[in-house]
């Protein structure tokens, strides 16, 4: 009796399972390793990846691969595993933020192969743990520095109201945004980086595909308030000024970076060159 209870079980399952794979439309599946540890990481893996009619995760705790299958049209592997290791959880492509794997519970903190090792405090150590200490935060810099300048030179071409030269350079911010390499991020960059970005790709397409100023400008407003978000927590290198327009956007007003204190204003260009003000400074760490 108890057999045929545990077969129905499993049928009832595998029933339930192709059911929810049915739901997603443009179907398409991966496999991919996800670190964790236990039955609770099971849970909370899969909760955090799946999405109803878009995403299904299901993760093996014994081989750390979870096969995810997701609707190639609305959503992608990016968007999954994000939102997995803003749980605690890392992958080849998305870390965990620290203070966030810090909280998970013990039988949960699984051995974090994708982090560097701590060595041993000795003083020909010490020398060399300098040394690569230096080396990471000038990786670091040169991880968004492309970024950063691809934005300004965006900025001006937007200032010179030259739709075009926009264009080409939100495509070329974009390539920035992909080569981005996440692991040479420090812990407060990587976590405001998968927070903001989608939002920077989405915007810099917005941008490269259009021949209209005027929409040109209002992508780059919302693209501007992402990038500040990561000046804040980056070191460009330099100071650098948060500034503001408060008649652009109906009187609503709307923000830009710029490597400059002088006001030239990308969202009306030589019609209102200098209307707007500093409204932060951010300087170079």
Known sequence: ???????????????????????????????????????????????????????????????????????SKKTGTDEILKRIALVGYDSEKFLAPDDVYAKLPECCQYTRELKPAVKADTHAENNHTAHNSTQT????????????????????????????????KATAMIAAVKAVEMNKLSAKEHEVWM?????????????????????????????????????????????LYYQHCPMYNGGKGGNWLSKEDVVKNPFYGSQMLTCGSVQETISSK
Do not use: H, P
Not at 46 to 69: F, I, S
Not at 196 to 209: P, R
Not at 224 to 234: D, G, I, P
């Open 195 to 239: 927070k903001v970005m989608n939002d920077l790709a989405t915007g810099g397409a917005g941008i490269s595909a259009s021949k209209d100023i005027a929409k040109q400008r209002a992508a780059f407003a919302q693209l501007s308030t992402n990038v500040y978000e990561l000046a804040k927590v980056a070191d460009y290198g330099s100071t």
């Open 1 to 71: 009796m108890k057999s045929i209870l545990k077969i129905l079980v499993v049928l009832a399952v595998a029933l339930s399972t192709q059911n929810t794979y049915a739901q997603i439309k443009n179907a398409q599946t991966v496999n991919l390793k996800i670190y964790g540890g236990c039955e609770m990481c099971e849970s909370t893996i899969e909760k955090a990846g799946n999405v109803k009619n878009l995403a299904q995760v299901d993760w093996n705790k014994d081989t750390k691969m979870a096969t995810l299958t997701y609707d």
């Open 137 to 168: 935060l000038t990786e670091q810099k040169t991880q968004l520095q492309a970024l950063f300048n691809n934005y300004f030179a965006l900025k001006d071409a937007l200032v010179n109201t030259d739709a075009a030269s926009a264009a080409q």
